[in-house]
Nanobody, 126 residues
Framework: QVQLAESGGGPVQAGGSLRLSCVAS???????????MGWVRQAPGKKREGVAT???????FYYNSMKGRVTVSKDRAKNTLSLQMNSLTPEDTATYYC?????????????????WGQGTQVTVSL
């Protein structure tokens, strides 16, 4: 099994920035098998939506939800994933989940990842 642990969420004012981090731990074989990691968010009363993914080659994909305002980065040696979020608005208020899967990123929808963290809350106020 693989455990994902997020950190870095919290309250922030509109226009501000936050950096989320995720650490993968657990069975080393399963961690080595991960091909795709990313971030998915869910706002109250709304369906989940993808934010960004990065695959084993380092190729990144940004969903339209926050495109242009976020940067995803991965440190494979440390099994960590980060998400730098800028120019936040109240519409970005959501629980942000670190996700991972052994399949290719392009084959996975935002609801379909095999591993999920507990989520970290981001609250953006005016």
């Amino acid at each position: 099994q693989v455990q994902l642990a997020e950190s870095g969420g919290g309250p922030v004012q509109a226009g501000g920035s936050l950096r989320l981090s995720c650490v993968a731990s657990g069975d080393s074989h399963n961690i080595e098998a991960i091909d795709c990691m990313g971030w998915v968010r869910q706002a109250p009363g709304k369906k989940r939506e993808g934010v960004a993914t990065v695959d084993i080659s380092g190729s990144k994909f940004y969903y339209n939800s926050m495109k242009g305002r976020v940067t995803v980065s991965k440190d494979r040696a440390k099994n960590t994933l980060s998400l730098q979020m800028n120019s936040l608005t109240p519409e970005d208020t959501a629980t942000y989940y670190c996700v991972a899967d052994s399949r290719w990123c392009r084959d996975i929808g935002p609801d379909d990842f095999g591993y999920w963290g507990q989520g970290t809350q981001v609250t953006v106020s005016l």
